[in-house]
């Protein structure tokens, strides 16, 4: 090779290995951006504080083997729904010949993209134990940036993050994968503020406004309605309320700039927002419509009301403070819905961030009266005047607020705000350590401490129970079929083992239990007898299958020693442990 062509190939490679370089640079400096790294570590440490979820992900299921596998049949089904006949999708295959069942609790809706990939109930299960971790890192990583958007050093917002997702009272929802799945609340939050320039320390900045980031927010805040209404619904009131003292501060400071294409965003991503909130709620209309018993009434808001001392007790599930707090839940009726403690040190931090902090007196106020009216609001009819002037105004005035039944749900709110309390008060504790001149690095390190305790408080000792086999192989039912014995928490195993094929079944478990299945479980008290049988060809069942679970329950000794006689109906055992009556 001559001195040119040595030449002529250096310049030929000169590009592509400035091109690799820089390259190379962008992707780590991509992978050593604070986003990415929050990220990353929410993602560890939920997989930390939610063990040993992650070791037993085709076995074992959080809390208990009810209302988890319930939801983890919710993700399956819409997936299996949108991939099939979407049309079908808020019909289910449960609740035979009853309508919109997908409607009878909080959808999951949102998680439908998880319920594309994989069949049968291994998959579901490793699907939902997955969302179960996934809902604890997004909520934290959510907390965190939106710490860090409004002003918080990433020592406070790290607070924030850990006190949001991992708060003592969010341990009893543990089976509540629809409660939990809060990140998009606080994800859609940070977006929004970045996207209009707002921080809690230097307020609406025109200058720094990102319609893009805007956009976002609301298309985060729209699928976090797609979850279910039970925190989504608070959720779209919270943003109705900002958008309205908004534009009224907008207009009594002298109306500063606000950029066109900020404004198109605005809209486009409202519009969308509200689309998408109005075609979840036709549903549960439709189900209101045929089922005016499934409005929860005044009775269940008081029944779900908790006592005040309920914000300074903690579940069960809780390592730390889950057997100082035991009797005390002992006189709770609902405990799962009453343990509210959001930690004990992130109330002396946030006591701490009232009197210190790097917020202006100001937004402390707003903060502080934020979080009374979401305490006050939580205790539902247990306060002054049986919440008539509190929360039952909500109940009676705010369209679709009469769907809720547990006030106490609002403690999210309680627990963000304190959070942002807390934050203000170590983030000033960060910057006066960033001005000492010795040490600086220790103190920085230091101010870690805060965050640490509060995760702490979050150690649980939640049970991680082993979930059950079917008894038949249900993709080999002829249906519509009906499985024995027939109750809510049965119900919610049957509908997950019904994940193998989604055959059509009689059974339903969910947050609202229609006459029709409620009819059914009475008349097939006896089953087999002439008027079971009747009934179940009536509505059209083929097949029944009775089970020998719990053991030597009665339903399954009725099928033992059954005289079908002239009944016409054919039965055969299955494992020496269920029996499969055909009805054709």
């Known amino acids: 090779m001559n001195k040119y062509q040595r030449s002529t190939t250096a310049l030929a490679d000169r590009p592509q290995a400035t091109s690799g370089a820089v390259f190379a640079a962008r992707l780590r400096g991509w992978l050593t951006a604070e986003p990415v790294l929050a990220s990353v570590f929410a993602l560890v440490v939920a997989m930390v504080m939610t063990w040993p979820t992650l070791a037993g992900l085709s076995t074992t299921i959080p809390q208990d083997t009810a209302d988890p596998l319930l939801q983890a049949w919710q993700v ?130 025109p200058d720094r406004a990102r319609p893009g980031w805007a956009l976002a927010g609301w298309l985060v805040a729209a699928w976090q309605m797609t979850l279910g209404f039970g925190v989504g619904l608070p959720f779209a009131y919270v943003l109705a309320g900002l958008v309205l003292v908004s534009a009224i501060r907008w207009f009594t400071t002298g109306r500063p700039p606000f950029p066109r294409r900020l404004l198109g965003a605005d809209l486009a991503g409202g519009l969308s927002f509200a689309a998408v909130s109005v075609l979840m709620g036709l549903p549960y209309l439709r189900v209101l419509e045929a089922n005016p018993d499934a409005r929860r009434s005044l009775w269940d808001v008081d029944v779900h009301s908790p006592p005040w001392y309920g914000f300074f007790l903690a579940p069960g599930e809780s390592a730390i403070w889950g057997e100082v707090s035991e009797r005390g839940r002992a006189d709770l009726a609902a405990p799962a819905e009453m343990t509210l403690l959001v930690g004990i040190i992130l109330l002396t931090l946030a006591v701490f961030g009232l009197l210190v902090s790097a917020w202006s007196r100001k937004v402390r106020l707003w903060l502080t009266v934020g979080t009374a009216v979401s305490v006050v609001l939580a205790l539902g009819t247990k306060v002054i005047g049986d919440g008539e002037y509190t929360y039952l105004l909500l109940y009676h005035y705010l369209p679709a607020w009469d769907a809720i039944r547990t006030p106490s749900r609002l403690v999210l709110w309680t627990t963000l705000l304190l959070g942002l309390l807390a934050a203000g008060g170590v983030t000033h504790l960060a910057e006066r350590a960033a001005q000492t001149r010795r040490s600086r690095p220790l103190l920085a390190v230091a101010l870690v401490l805060p965050a640490l305790l509060v995760l702490g408080e979050g150690a649980n000792r939640t049970a991680h129970p082993e979930v059950p086999i079917a008894p038949v192989a249900m993709s080999t039912l002829r249906s519509p079929a009906l499985i024995l014995p027939s109750e809510q928490i049965e119900d919610q195993q049957t509908m997950f083992f019904s994940t193998d094929g989604f055959p059509v079944l009689a059974n339903g478990g969910s947050g609202f239990l229609p006459r029709i299945t409620d009819e059914l479980r009475k008349k097939t008290k006896n089953f087999p007898d002439r008027e079971s049988i009747a009934h179940l060809r009536q509505l059209g069942v083929r097949t029944v299958v009775v089970h020998n679970r719990p053991r030597n329950n009665p339903a399954f000794r009725r099928a033992q020693t059954a005289e079908l006689g002239e009944l016409n109906v054919t039965v055969k055992r299955v494992h020496d442990d269920a029996y499969v009556f055909s009805l054709d």
Not at 115 to 136: K, T, W
Not at 138 to 153: I, K, N, P
Request: proline share 4%; glycine share 14%; charged share 10%.
């Open 76 to 205: 399956a089904w819409n997936g299996h729904a949108l991939l099939t006949d979407p049309g079908s999708l808020w019909q289910t295959n449960a609740f035979f010949p009853a309508k919109d069942a997908l409607a009878y609790s909080d959808s999951l809706l949102g998680y439908a993209p998880a319920g594309l990939i994989g069949e049968g109930p291994e998959a579901a299960l490793v699907r939902y134990n997955l969302l179960f971790i996934l809902a604890y890192a997004l909520a934290c990583a959510g907390g965190y940036a939106l710490a860090r958007q409004l002003g918080a050093s990433w020592q406070g917002a790290a607070v924030a993050g850990f006190a949001f997702a991992f708060a003592p009272w969010r341990l009893a929802h543990g089976g509540h994968l629809n409660i939990l799945s809060t990140g998009g609340i606080v994800l859609a939050l940070a977006m929004l503020a970045r996207g209009h320039g707002f921080s809690l320390r230097e307020g609406y900045r």
